[in-house]
């Protein structure tokens, strides 16, 4: 039996995880506590998105912590090497909620990655790993970038290398790094020594910003998301900071989840690989709201707060060429207004139906 086990598999990433590989593999595994309901509220619930997977016939759900090491361990003993694949994605996303809870986000990031890393050591050790990292392991770097301001968002200088293509894996590791950037890049540190010192065939993916129709986006996480969320409420989005010129490259989950197969077809272990949307999907918040009235005649009811965002750098674009030098069939399948027209249409449904009521009471940790 091939089986694929997904950590997170109730968030955005799992979740789509889940959805593409059910029918590549006989079974499933899921794990997620439903922690993201924890860490932001009633608004940042999964419950909508577990249901939607646990409707998949051949996915089965475990809520478990991937803290509790031998819950784990016991879990990846019952599949033993039937695990093909591992698709690691349960983490705590917030540089705000790091900054408020070290210890947890630690114990939550680099534990867990360590906890999950050693259950395939010991009993799937020939399976495939794909971990969710993030561009956060590089702090404030990309703010000391040669930068640009024009109207409506800061760029890379047209003089430097990183200007066309976005920034690539030679970007130094420096900088002032938040709390989640220390646990992630220990989590990502630690994943290549399984694959360097002791054979694991680890891949990192160092994503910038993903997102998605299921994304739970709330105020502290998901901009995108949020942003569709609040209009579709008609809500107030703030805009924080830097006066919305902040810039970012979007890449759909659904286009992550692709990496992580070509990763799986021909993995090659150890291997750091930036991972988003490109200069191509690469928007400020102001061009966004643009956009986003454009497409859909709905105007954004948004409002600047002046102090920027705890963490929040200027400009990052993602170059993804090193992958798809060494994976030549990926190609990201959806564009910035195919994203905001997906993310757009959930929440709208969403609202329609109720499933957005915020009431949502699902017990976490
Ligand atoms: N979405 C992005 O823009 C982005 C960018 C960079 C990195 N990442 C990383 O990718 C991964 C997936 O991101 P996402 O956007 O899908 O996040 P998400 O919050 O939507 O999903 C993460 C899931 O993990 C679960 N979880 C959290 N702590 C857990 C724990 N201790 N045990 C079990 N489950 C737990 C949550 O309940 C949630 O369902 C995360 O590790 C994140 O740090 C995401």
């Known amino acids: 039996m091939d089986v694929v086990v997904v950590t997170g598999s109730a968030g955005l990433v799992g979740g789509e995880a889940v959805r593409a590989l059910a029918s590549r593999f006989d079974l499933v595994v899921g794990v997620d506590n439903g922690m993201r309901r924890y860490l932001f509220g009633p608004a940042g619930s999964v419950a909508d998105n577990l249901a939607d997977v646990e409707r998949i016939p051949n996915y089965r759900h475990h809520r478990m912590?991937?803290?509790?090491?031998?819950?784990?361990?016991?879990?990846?003993?019952?599949?033993?090497?039937?695990v093909r694949l591992v698709v690691h994605t349960?983490?705590?996303?917030?540089?705000?909620?790091?900054?408020?809870?070290?210890?947890?986000?630690?114990?939550?990031?680099?534990v867990g990655t360590m906890n999950v890393l050693e259950a395939v050591r010991r009993h799937c050790p020939s399976a495939v790993v794909v971990l969710?990292?993030?561009?956060?392991?590089?702090?404030?770097?990309s703010d000391s970038l040669p930068l640009v301001e024009t109207d409506t968002r800061w760029e890379i200088d047209p003089a430097h290398p990183f200007h066309e293509h976005g920034i690539d894996e030679s970007i130094r590791l420096g900088g002032n790094r938040t709390f989640a950037g220390v646990s992630k890049l220990a989590a990502d540190l630690a994943a290549q020594s399984y694959a360097g010192l002791l054979g694991l065939r680890v891949g990192v993916f160092r994503c910038g910003s993903v997102t998605g129709a299921r994304h739970a986006g709330v105020e502290q996480n998901g901009f995108l998301s949020h942003l569709v969320r609040s209009a579709v409420r008609g809500a107030t989005f703030p805009v924080i900071g830097?006066?919305?010129?902040?810039?970012?490259?979007?890449?759909?989950?659904?286009?992550?989840?692709?990496?992580?197969w070509q990763f799986y077809l021909e993995p090659r272990p150890g291997?750091?690989?930036?991972?988003?949307?490109?200069?191509?999907?690469?928007?400020?918040?102001?061009?966004?709201?643009?956009?986003?009235?454009?497409?859909?005649?709905?105007?954004?009811?948004?409002?600047?707060?002046?102090?920027?965002?705890?963490?929040?750098?200027?400009?990052?674009?993602?170059?993804?060429?090193?992958?798809?030098?060494?994976?030549?069939?990926?190609?990201p399948a959806h564009d910035l207004s195919d994203i905001l027209r997906s993310v757009h249409e959930h929440w709208v449904d969403a609202d329609m139906t109720g499933v957005d009521d915020l009431s949502d009471s699902t017990a976490t940790p």
């Open 90 to 110: 349960a983490g705590q996303p917030s540089d705000e909620w790091a900054a408020d809870r070290p210890v947890v986000d630690l114990k939550v990031n680099a």
């Open 271 to 331: 291997e750091v690989y930036h991972a988003g949307g490109g200069r191509e999907r690469s928007t400020s918040i102001l061009e966004l709201i643009a956009r986003y009235e454009h497409l859909t005649g709905q105007e954004v009811p948004f409002e600047h707060v002046p102090e920027h965002r705890f963490a929040d750098v200027r400009c990052w674009i993602t170059d993804t060429r090193k992958f798809r030098h060494d994976y030549p069939a990926w190609q």
């Open 65 to 82: 912590d991937v803290r509790d090491e031998s819950a784990l361990t016991a879990l990846f003993g019952e599949y033993g090497s039937d």
């Open 242 to 260: 830097h006066g919305g010129k902040q810039v970012r490259d979007v890449l759909d989950a659904r286009d992550l989840v692709e990496m992580f």
């Open 132 to 141: 969710t990292s993030t561009t956060k392991v590089y702090g404030d770097v």
